[in-house]
């Protein structure tokens, strides 16, 4: 089965970077989709960024494109979020996702694995 195992949250201030890894285990083949998700202020994950693995071709939310970025690591197994110039606002608790098959949507019911989440806190 596949696993992912987050790291990489805390408290930062406003401005400041953060960066979230996804170690992923259990993958036969590279033929997946990775994703990073947060919750709405209902409780509804959201996506904002997702990667290919195979090919390494990104897609970033409006939301937080220019400020995000989603890449890998292959060689680890790993996807990461740069967070850059963080606000307030993007305090929130933070999922790992992925999915068979390559990337087609940030729906989040579109992804089958998801990991334990962690906490981003953004203080002014």
């Known amino acids: 089965q596949v696993q992912l195992v987050q790291s990489g949250g805390g408290s930062v201030q406003a401005g400041e970077s953060l960066t979230l890894s996804c170690a992923a285990s259990g993958y036969t083949d590279s033929n997946n989709c990775m994703a990073w998700f947060r919750q709405d202020p209902e409780y509804e994950r959201v996506g904002l960024a997702a990667i290919n693995i195979a090919d390494n071709r990104t897609y970033v939310s409006v939301s937080v494109k220019g400020r995000f970025t989603i890449s890998q690591d292959s060689a680890k197994n790993t996807v990461y979020l740069q967070m850059n110039s963080l606000k307030p606002d993007d305090t929130n608790a933070y999922y790992c996702?992925?999915?068979?098959?390559?990337?087609?949507?940030?729906?989040?019911?579109?992804?089958?694995?998801w990991g334990q989440g962690t906490q981003v806190t953004v203080s002014s």
């Open positions: 996702a992925a999915h068979e098959n390559p990337c087609h949507t940030l729906g989040r019911g579109a992804f089958s694995y």
